[in-house]
Structure formats: structure tokens, C-alpha cells
């Protein structure tokens, strides 16, 4: 079984900045993907950013410019760099883990996170 624990949430004023991060614990021995999504009260929750293992990176839209992603594989963590935080960007950030193996061979598995809420207001 594998874990994925955030931690960093939190209130900010607009303009402010925060650091999310996600550290996945368990049987792993590799993780494709790791990315973070978030949900606004009354909206469907929406990719924020991903990065591969290789370190290819996306993001939405609404972030590019704003916000970094990265990660560190030996440690299974990936981290979201949030600046110039808006008041739109309030929501509960979720982390992800996609296509994640624990024994080589096997089948990669998908996990979420429990979320940790951003608050983004005066």
C-alpha cells in the first residue's frame, strides 16, 4: 500500500506565496507521474500541474508564470511552488501519484492524497 502525505496549506493574502509538499511512502520502486489538482467549493477538481520522472513538467493555464513544480525521486516528493497567489486560487490542493510500481514488472497503481486547503485572502 502506498501513502501520499501533503503538508504546507494555508492562509496567504493575495500576492503571497506558498510551498506544497507531497512525500509518498510505502512499497514503491518507481513513480511515473506526480502531480497536483485542486477543487474549489462547487467546481470539479482540476489539474494544477504534473511532472514526469524525467522531469517534464505541465501546467494549467491559469498558473503558468505563478506557480513551479519538482520533485525529487529518491525521496518519492514532489513540491508546489505557489507564487503571486490569487484569491481564485482558493481550493483544496491535492496531491497524485500515477502509474506507481511497487515490485518491477507489476502493474502501475494510481494515488491521491487526503488534500490540504489553500486559502488565498486579506
Known amino acids: 500500500q502506498v501513502q501520499l502525505a501533503e503538508s504546507g496549506g494555508g492562509l496567504v493574502q493575495p500576492g503571497g506565496s506558498l510551498r506544497l509538499s507531497c512525500a509518498a511512502s510505502?512499497?514503491?520502486?518507481?513513480?511515473?507521474?506526480m502531480g497536483w489538482y485542486r477543487q474549489a467549493p462547487g467546481k470539479e477538481r482540476e489539474l494544477v500541474a504534473s511532472?514526469?520522472?524525467?522531469?517534464?513538467?505541465m501546467f494549467a493555464d491559469s498558473v503558468k508564470g505563478r506557480f513551479t513544480i519538482s520533485r525529487v525521486n529518491a525521496k518519492n516528493t514532489v513540491y508546489l511552488q505557489m507564487d503571486s497567489l490569487k484569491p481564485e486560487d482558493t481550493a483544496v490542493y491535492y496531491c497524485?501519484?500515477?502509474?506507481?510500481?511497487?515490485?518491477?514488472?507489476?502493474?502501475?497503481?494510481?494515488?491521491w492524497g487526503k488534500g490540504t486547503l489553500v486559502t488565498v485572502s486579506l
Open positions: 497524485n501519484a500515477r502509474g506507481v510500481v511497487s515490485n518491477p514488472g507489476h502493474h502501475g497503481m494510481d494515488y
Open positions: 510505502g512499497s514503491i520502486f518507481s513513480i511515473n507521474v
Open positions: 511532472i514526469t520522472s524525467d522531469g517534464s513538467t
